[in-house]
């Protein structure tokens, strides 16, 4: 057998991360204030400190990783690119398979990428205080950790039902330091407003994001982090692709496409567009995002201006949406719940650059078990979606004979998803299609822009 | 700052595990039988395949570790070396902090190294099924990924009431396709005698231990395996100690003080052992052994014949012991409940080689909690154990001025004992010092010899 690892030395990280905004034939939409003209930098200063809106808005093509990230970086990257030739052999597919693997992050995904460097920036312009929201908790524990490192403070919005039912990842938090506040709270008028209407409201991911805003816009110390969706978050997460490709450089592979999994579009357009930057320059490859078929945003939305939130108190962006006020069905992974998606992934799609596709909740875990019976890791459900595109992949692949050479990006382990796992082996996980009525309905209660 | 870790490739894996019986300046005594003579191999051979019998009789000093075992270590392995800097920095102190970081295995600890080679050897013997038992599942998970790398099938008997209340370990076991029963169960005669005394029984380690040895001694494509104390699984566990000196080479550093968490033995054997080659050699360095003040089985017990397990099922070994009947207090660090040691882990306590010392559990969940938030990673409530030491050993150090070189062994990550860390945060943990009366009535109780 060849190594199974193809592993950097510190020293070899990339010194700066890729703007994929620097190769996009078509400069991106910007988003719009509710007079339908752009936002202005002052509002989004209210939430965001300088160094993070100049990241949001750059045109650079290379923007440098300041030393002090490289040196938390460092506490675990460069993660190792990884071939699976076990799970290949089980296949008894002729394509390859290589894994990215970000499970090895203190928090067990890709998110520490960028919540490190929020922190940072903010601790840089003197901030003293975060707040952000969270689901299920892996964003809130990245947030946490990173926040930590930089001796910022941290309030984390956690929504209610998921801070009663999912406590492990909230001691996650806390044994970093983290203040976790569930959510409704009575600490926001947005909180107030909703326990008044309903005392018994478990919360959302979209009224703890008015919590965790609100909070930032009210106070001068504090700023906002997010996790997803907007440029700069997808600009730091870019550090995941260029190590991969230094890695395959070492062992002289090129891949011929490229798996993650697309949600908000952080995680895959942390492994994809540093990838991108060959295509734009001519190379062959496939680009491909993996989305629930429960929301099938990519695949089936609309592209269209929408409101990040489901409270409709952001600027509206254009993007792949199915509307900001989706019921998201409650899946397993729950990164994958948003109702919409970044706006330079969903513009990279619009213009033919990637692919899309939609993959039912009970094949993605039941690719995440053979994948753990082969290779051993237990993947996050979010991972298991990119692991059942590649998994389809090779199969096509022992029909062809081609001997395709596939990557994706291992983002997270799944060690807090074990309830996840055993309602799949105990055969209660059910497929949920969102019904395209609903979708077309979404379209009418789109904003109007102009 | 320097590098954060030191690598090594998969070619520079060791290719032998290290013997620390042909160092041993005295032979270890044998394990006995009722009849108080050495207990022969067809006796052993009931419950163990030969490769693994022949291993933990072996006087060899190099023992050849099979390409097969490689490539599955090869998943996670070499494991990297970290220097502490970010710790060293929060206590400022002028010691120079290491850790062998064993949490990256598919398992999350350092286990797997010795089920890997049990599963393999096992399967080499002809050997279809194996049967263990787990407490809270460290063992259980690790054996559950060897086997299924290996195609061995794994019943693991798991201590009923742990079964019960921390179902996620007992997930990711069958999600490896291992066969978890709550013990005491009726599928053994040992469960059934326990069941009809009390149909409630929680269960406990000791009970779960003799349903798998039952089972085992029972049939004949079955065989038992076993997670720490015999000299076998010692052996094993030495591929973390040995890729550290190889670590520690190639940064010119070299430890002047090496600590591991000591409940069965195997954690500290695997870190500690290749380092006392060299003490055997007349290098200076002190090996440390630490345990909790709960369970103070080295610091406290009795140097005498005892049985391995509650029920004497098992033959006799002189080791420190509480007496087999000791009732473990239930600390949170349950890789560390254990009322004996390895016999080779003893009897180099006994002989002045190595040292050994208990700290109180508070206290480590103290140190966990200050090394996740310098560091970044949560360590298992077991590895705690070896931080606290640490962190006491460098706050010395700044006393004294002294630069001395630290090295610990994270043996895992605490991802499943976050409900630990939750009562350790509010206040709720408590600590247990084992009474000295009851260490003394253990004495009249440990089966007699000759």
Same sequence: chains 1, 2.
């Avoid at 936002?39 to 002090?68: A, N, Y």
């Amino acid at each position: 057998m060849a190594a199974h690892k193809v592993l950097l030395e510190e020293s070899e990280m990339p010194t700066h991360w890729y703007n994929v905004v620097a190769d996009m034939p078509n400069p991106p939409s910007p988003p719009l204030g509710p007079d339908g003209k752009p936002v202005g930098p002052e509002q989004m200063l209210q939430i965001f400190s300088m160094p993070i809106l100049e990241q949001e808005m750059s045109p650079e093509r290379w923007i440098p990783i300041p030393e002090p990230v490289r040196e938390i970086y460092a506490l675990w990257r460069p993660s190792p690119l990884c071939r699976a030739e076990r799970l290949e052999q089980a296949l008894g597919t002729p394509a390859k398979i290589y894994y990215k693997n970000e499970s090895v992050s203190p928090a067990g995904s890709h998110k520490p990428n960028s919540a490190v460097a929020q922190a940072y920036f903010n601790k840089q312009a003197g901030i003293k205080r975060m707040t952000t929201e969270t689901g299920a908790g892996q964003w809130g524990s990245a947030l946490a950790f990173a926040t930590q490192m930089f001796e910022v403070e941290l309030r984390i919005y956690m929504v209610k039902i998921s801070y009663e039912q999912k406590p492990f990842r909230r001691s996650m938090m806390q044994t970093w330091g983290a203040e976790v506040i569930a959510s409704p709270s009575n600490l926001t008028q947005a909180g107030r407003n909703a326990l008044e209407r309903d005392p018994g409201n478990p919360g959302s991911l979209g009224l703890a994001i008015s919590e965790a805003v609100e909070e930032a816009a009210g106070r001068e110390d504090t700023k906002y982090g997010l996790g997803s969706v907007l440029n700069h978050v997808l600009l730091h997460q870019t550090v995941i692709g260029l190590e991969a490709k230094k890695q395959f450089e070492k062992i002289n592979v090129y891949p011929d496409m490229v798996f993650a999994p697309c949600g908000g579009g952080s995680n895959f357009a942390g492994v994809a567009f540093p990838f991108f930057a060959d295509k734009a320059a001519g190379k062959k490859i496939r680009l491909v995002a993996v989305e629930p078929s429960s929301c099938p945003t990519l695949t089936k939305g609309h592209y269209a201006y929408d409101f990040g939130d489901e409270s409709g108190y952001t600027p509206i962006m254009l993007m792949y949406t199915l509307g900001h006020d989706f019921m998201p069905p409650s899946i397993h992974a729950g990164g994958l719940r948003y109702h919409g998606d970044s706006p330079l992934v969903s513009q990279l799609l619009k213009e033919g650059f990637i692919e899309a596709l939609a993959v039912p909740q009970v094949a993605t875990f039941a690719a995440g078990v053979q994948f753990a019976r082969a290779e051993g890791i237990i993947p996050a459900p979010e991972s298991n979606h990119a692991i059942r595109a590649v998994i389809d992949e090779a199969l096509n692949c022992k029909k062809t004979g081609e001997p395709k050479v596939l990557f994706f990006n291992l983002s997270g382990h799944g060690h807090f998803d074990m309830a996840s796992y055993d309602r799949y082996l105990a055969g209660k996980l059910e497929d949920y299609d969102y019904p395209e009525a609903e979708i077309k309905a979404a379209l009418e209660r789109l904003p109007k822009v102009g």
